[in-house]
């Protein structure tokens, strides 16, 4: 009774054990160390801290002090009752005090103190175990006799009299320990594997981590860049807005000058032609015909009326050819300075090459536009494909680059990237039907995929695709493909180990596709 009401005491109110590492707050309670940490950290966003026992309430995190007495109180319990542990079965016979159990008998599915241990059966039958409640459990529920054997045809436990003459006569069966050392075996096995696998996926999610925190502060470190970058920009746009108004204003007052000047030429002029006008008038007014006669004055102007009219029409022109070449002059450096911001390097044509393409696809004199023209009657040679393919004079054995085609004129294509090395003749010289090429591909109306080593991903088939960006980075083994509608849209990505050369490559089945410029670059971002 006295060892019952000690263990009472010494039971923790949140975990409802035996103290672990007791500790004290301040109200007196005491808790296990761990249950205690664990609810002050749930009231951390609470703007008070409270006793799970009598509520007391802290402003702040209470301090735990370590109650060493009761850490000695509890050892020493611990110490006097190794067998009876934390399982709280009682003793089934102890009716007047509880007692804990030290053993249970399957045979008389009781659980026994130690007083009562000392005078129980020892014959065979009575088959001790640890405590434990599930008594029923260890024995058959047919014969009510103990499990002793294993069938491992069934895979069940059983008694004698299953064996000998139940349902599992005859079949392959152990002893219930034997079976339980093998099935041990196998589940330290499992546990091995299990604990690899584990490490592995451990491995994976810290690598994974990693890459997001990576991920996380290149994009930080791009969004800074960007936000350098427009306010950068804000500025140039700004400087320029002031340069071509400042150009305006300037021709406007030179204008205004030379307007000014003519102005006040004519008005010399207006004057002169006043005084003469006055002069006629007289001589109108005269009725000597020989005076009016003998007057030998100019009567008009016309050279000089048609002079003065040429120079102010000139006068009041402003050069907007001018002020054009300024503004479009100053957003090609501030475009320049955005390449260079990102590290793009000048634009370097792709051109098709003739020699490769096939019998059905003719090639502009620009060596931009691929259409379908049946016959073309070109010679056959190693180089030309025998389907309706072509690919680029050059290739891009590195660096990264993008080049962009124009498909809004036909419904039958595809675009991608190959190999030098690709077939030119038979099925797998087709784009996407070898290892040697990735391409976007298009059938009829809205129906779009990405083919790979004759491996085919379908994509959505609302996809507004007039205009397709192919995106390379050799080194890092991507390429990607995007449709430049608004806003751009990524349509997917590969990633390989790239071996040779990449070059542009088109395929086309009816209407004509159109090449613009690659843009290189031969450093990462930011």
């Given at each position: 009774?006295?060892?019952?009401?000690?263990?009472?005491?010494?039971?923790?109110?949140?975990?409802?054990?035996?103290?672990?590492?007791?500790?004290?707050?301040?109200?007196?309670?005491?808790?296990?160390?761990?249950?205690?940490?664990?609810?002050?950290?749930?009231?951390?966003?609470?703007?008070?801290?409270?006793?799970?026992?009598?509520?007391?309430?802290?402003?702040?995190?209470?301090?735990?002090?370590?109650?060493?007495?009761?850490?000695?109180?509890?050892?020493?319990?611990?110490?006097?009752?190794?067998?009876?542990?934390?399982?709280?079965?009682?003793?089934?016979?102890?009716?007047?005090?509880?007692?804990?159990?030290?053993?249970?008998?399957?045979?008389?599915?009781?659980?026994?103190?130690?007083k009562?241990?000392?005078?129980?059966?020892?014959?065979a039958?009575?088959?001790?175990?640890?405590?434990?409640?599930?008594?029923?459990?260890?024995?058959?529920?047919?014969?009510?006799?103990?499990?002793?054997?294993?069938?491992?045809?069934?895979?069940?436990?059983?008694?004698?009299?299953?064996?000998?003459?139940?349902?599992?006569?005859?079949?392959?069966?152990?002893?219930?320990?034997?079976?339980y050392?093998?099935?041990?075996?196998?589940?330290?096995?499992?546990?091995?594997?299990?604990?690899?696998?584990?490490?592995?996926?451990?491995?994976?999610?810290?690598?994974?981590?990693?890459r997001?925190?990576?991920?996380?502060?290149?994009?930080?470190?791009?969004?800074?860049?960007?936000?350098?970058?427009?306010?950068?920009?804000?500025?140039?746009?700004?400087?320029?807005?002031?340069?071509?108004?400042?150009?305006?204003?300037?021709?406007?007052?030179?204008?205004?000058?030379?307007?000014?000047d003519?102005?006040?030429?004519?008005?010399?002029?207006?004057?002169?032609?006043?005084?003469?006008?006055?002069?006629?008038e007289?001589l109108?007014?005269?009725?000597?015909?020989?005076?009016?006669?003998?007057?030998?004055?100019?009567?008009?102007d016309?050279?000089?009326?048609?002079?003065?009219?040429?120079?102010?029409?000139?006068a009041?022109?402003?050069d907007?050819?001018?002020?054009?070449?300024t503004?479009?002059?100053?957003?090609?450096?501030?475009?320049?300075g955005?390449?260079l911001?990102?590290?793009?390097?000048?634009?370097?044509?792709?051109?098709?090459?003739?020699?490769?393409?096939?019998?059905?696809?003719?090639?502009?004199?620009?060596?931009?536009?691929?259409?379908?023209?049946?016959?073309?009657?070109?010679?056959?040679?190693?180089?030309?494909f025998?389907?309706?393919?072509v690919?680029?004079?050059?290739?891009?054995?590195?660096?990264?680059?993008?080049?962009?085609?124009?498909?809004?004129?036909?419904?039958?294509?595809?675009?991608?990237?190959?190999?030098?090395s690709i077939?030119?003749?038979?099925h797998?010289?087709?784009?996407?039907?070898?290892?040697?090429?990735?391409?976007?591909?298009?059938?009829?109306?809205?129906?779009?995929a990405?083919?790979h080593?004759?491996?085919?991903?379908?994509?959505?088939?609302?996809?507004?695709?007039?205009?397709?960006?192919?995106?390379?980075?050799y080194?890092a083994?991507?390429l990607?493909?995007?449709?430049?509608?608004?806003?751009?849209?990524?349509?997917?990505?590969?990633?390989?180990?790239?071996?040779?050369?990449?070059?542009?490559?088109?395929?086309?089945?009816g209407?004509?596709?159109?090449?613009?410029?690659?843009i290189?670059?031969?450093?990462?971002?930011?």
């Amino acid at each position: 009774m006295a060892s019952a009401d000690l263990r009472q005491e010494l039971i923790c109110s949140i975990c409802l054990s035996i103290y672990t590492d007791p500790v004290t707050l301040r109200c007196g309670h005491n808790f296990c160390r761990g249950c205690i940490d664990r609810v002050l950290d749930t009231q951390k966003g609470s703007a008070v801290y409270t006793c799970p026992e009598c509520r007391a309430k802290f402003k702040k995190c209470p301090a735990l002090q370590r109650n060493i007495t009761l850490c000695n109180i509890v050892g020493s319990f611990r110490s006097s009752q190794p067998d009876q542990g934390e399982t709280g079965i009682l003793c089934t016979y102890c009716v007047d005090s509880p007692v804990l159990a030290a053993k249970s008998c399957l045979h008389c599915e009781a659980s026994l103190c130690d007083k009562h241990l000392r005078v129980h059966s020892k014959a065979a039958e009575h088959v001790l175990c640890d405590p434990t409640t599930a008594l029923g459990n260890r024995k058959c529920s047919v014969h009510k006799r103990i499990l002793e054997f294993y069938c491992t045809e069934d895979a069940a436990c059983i008694c004698v009299s299953c064996r000998l003459d139940g349902e599992h006569q005859g079949h392959q069966v152990e002893l219930l320990d034997e079976a339980y050392e093998k099935k041990k075996e196998k589940l330290k096995d499992a546990l091995q594997k299990l604990t690899t696998k584990r490490a592995e996926t451990e491995k994976r999610v810290q690598s994974l981590q990693e890459r997001r925190k990576e991920d996380q502060r290149k994009a930080a470190g791009i969004k800074e860049s960007v936000t350098a970058l427009f306010r950068d920009l804000r500025r140039q746009l700004e400087d320029l807005e002031k340069r071509v108004l400042c150009e305006i204003s300037s021709q406007e007052q030179r204008v205004s000058l030379s307007v000014s000047d003519l102005i006040q030429q004519l008005e010399i002029k207006k004057d002169e032609l006043s005084r003469k006008m006055r002069h006629i008038e007289e001589l109108c007014n005269m009725s000597d015909p020989l005076t009016v006669l003998q007057d030998t004055g100019d009567l008009c102007d016309n050279e000089g009326r048609k002079r003065h009219h040429t120079q102010v029409h000139g006068a009041g022109d402003l050069d907007v050819g001018l002020i054009s070449e300024t503004t479009r002059r100053g957003l090609s450096n501030i475009i320049r300075g955005i390449n260079l911001c990102f590290y793009m390097q000048d634009a370097t044509d792709i051109l098709l090459d003739v020699t490769t393409a096939g019998n059905n696809i003719e090639i502009s004199g620009d060596g931009k536009i691929a259409s379908v023209s049946l016959n073309q009657s070109r010679p056959v040679t190693p180089e030309r494909f025998q389907c309706d393919q072509v690919i680029s004079t050059r290739g891009f054995p590195s660096g990264r680059h993008y080049w962009q085609v124009d498909v809004s004129k036909s419904l039958y294509w595809r675009v991608g990237m190959c190999y030098p090395s690709i077939s030119r003749g038979g099925h797998q010289s087709y784009m996407g039907y070898n290892n040697k090429s990735w391409c976007l591909c298009k059938r009829g109306f809205n129906q779009y995929a990405v083919i790979h080593d004759s491996r085919e991903i379908q994509l959505p088939d609302n996809i507004p695709c007039d205009t397709v960006r192919v995106y390379l980075n050799y080194e890092a083994g991507q390429l990607s493909f995007y449709s430049l509608c608004d806003p751009i849209r990524h349509l997917h990505t590969y990633s390989a180990t790239f071996t040779e050369p990449l070059h542009a490559a088109l395929c086309i089945w009816g209407g004509r596709i159109t090449v613009s410029k690659a843009i290189r670059s031969r450093e990462k971002l930011p």
